[in-house]
C-alpha cells in the first residue's frame, strides 16, 4: 500500500521550514506528500505569557486533535514544545539530526553588560531565571511571537538584547551579525531538535520516518526529557537541560531555577553510553534532593498565584 502522507504543520516560517525539511526527505525516499499548515492558539495569543495561559503543549496541541481527528498523517515540531507525555495514541516516529542547541543574545550593543541596568527580552521562564541569576541588577521583559514578530519587536522597543534559540535563526536564514553566544546558559530540554510524531496505529507511516531518525540524537533529547519530567517542569519552570555524547560518555548538565533567578540547582553527571537507562531520571532525583522538591513547590505557587 502507498499513501499521500499529509504533513500538519503551524504556519509560521520556521515551522513551515521544519515541516518543509521533513517533507522533502519523505519524497527523496519515494513518498508521496501534501503539507497541511494549522493555526495554534500559542501564535493567536501573543499577549499573555505562556505559563499563564494554563497548559502545555500549547503550540501543539491543535495539531494533536487534528491528528486525532484524521486530518493529518504526522506533525512536525520543535521538540522543546512538546510536552514529554504525548497524547494517546499518538508517538514519537522520528528525532531529526540535532541543530545547535545554544540560547544567543541578539544585541544593540554591549556596554549594557558592564553597566548596573539593561533591559533584556525573553517570553522563556529558563532564559529570564538564568539572566537574572548572572545579571541580578538587569530588567527582563516579556517577548512573544513567531521568531521574525520578535526580531521585529526589539527592533521597535528600546531594549538591550533579547534572547533566541541559535537554531531557529540559523534554519531561516535571520542570524543577524550583531549577536554573541550564551555558552554559559543551560538550554531548554530538546532545544535545536526536530520531533516528528504519528499515529501509533498507522504502521505505513512510522516506518517511513524510521529512516529519519538520528539515533545520537534521540539518545540525548530523550535523557534531556526524562530530567524535564521526573522535576515536573513542562513549560512552567525555570529547567535547562543538556547531553552531549562523546567517544562513548554522555556528558549532562542540568539545573533547576527560581523565577527570580537567585536559587540555583544544578548538576552534572557522566554516564557509559551503555548504561543510560533512568540517567536523566538519577540526574532529576539528585536535583530533588538537594531543594528541589521545594523550590518545584514555591515555583507552582507563585505561578498559579499569578494566573
Not at 493529518?72 to 531529526?96: N, Q, R
Not at 496505529?201 to 520516518?209: G, M, P, Q, V, Y
Not at 538520528?214 to 517542569?233: A, P, T
Amino acid at each position: 500500500m502507498n499513501k499521500v502522507i499529509r504533513i500538519g504543520t503551524r504556519d509560521s516560517e520556521l515551522a513551515l521550514w521544519q515541516a518543509t525539511t521533513v517533507q522533502n526527505a519523505l519524497e527523496k525516499a519515494g513518498h508521496e506528500t501534501e503539507l497541511i499548515p494549522v493555526k495554534s492558539t500559542g501564535d493567536l495569543n501573543l499577549n499573555q505569557p505562556l505559563y499563564e495561559m494554563g497548559i502545555t503543549g500549547i503550540f501543539t496541541k491543535t495539531l494533536d486533535v487534528a491528528m486525532i481527528n484524521g486530518d493529518i498523517d504526522i506533525a512536525v515540531h520543535s521538540m522543546k514544545d512538546v510536552p514529554t507525555a504525548l497524547p494517546k495514541g499518538i508517538v514519537e516516529a522520528a528525532v531529526l539530526k540535532r541543530a545547535d542547541n545554544k540560547d544567543i543574545l541578539i544585541h544593540k550593543g554591549l556596554d549594557f553588560l558592564e553597566q548596573e541596568k539593561g533591559t533584556i527580552a525573553t517570553g522563556s521562564l529558563r532564559r529570564k531565571a538564568q539572566w537574572l541569576n548572572k545579571h541580578p541588577n538587569h530588567k527582563v521583559v516579556d517577548l512573544r511571537g513567531n521568531v521574525n514578530t520578535r526580531m521585529k519587536k526589539l527592533e521597535e522597543n528600546e531594549w538591550n538584547a533579547a534572547i533566541f534559540a541559535a537554531a531557529g535563526l540559523e534554519r531561516i536564514e535571520l542570524k543577524p551579525e550583531n549577536y554573541i553566544d550564551l555558552n554559559w546558559m543551560i538550554p531548554a530540554p530538546a532545544q535545536g531538535a526536530m520531533l516528528v510524531v504519528a499515529m501509533e496505529h498507522d504502521e505505513f507511516t512510522r516506518k517511513a520516518l524510521k529512516l529519519l531518525n538520528h539515533r545520537e540524537s534521540e539518545i540525548s533529547v530523550h535523557i534531556e526529557r526524562e530530567f524535564l519530567q521526573v522535576l515536573e517542569g513542562g513549560c512552567t519552570a525555570p529547567i535547562g537541560a543538556l547531553a552531549t555524547i562523546k567517544d562513548n560518555l554522555v556528558y549532562f548538565k542540568g539545573a533547576l531555577f527560581s523565577l527570580d533567578g537567585k536559587q540555583k540547582i544544578g548538576v552534572e553527571k557522566t554516564a557509559s553510553i551503555d548504561n543510560i537507562q533512568n540517567f536523566g531520571r538519577s540526574c532529576a532525583e539528585k536535583v530533588l534532593a538537594e531543594g528541589g522538591k521545594e523550590l518545584m513547590r514555591k515555583i507552582k505557587t507563585e505561578i498559579n498565584s499569578k494566573a
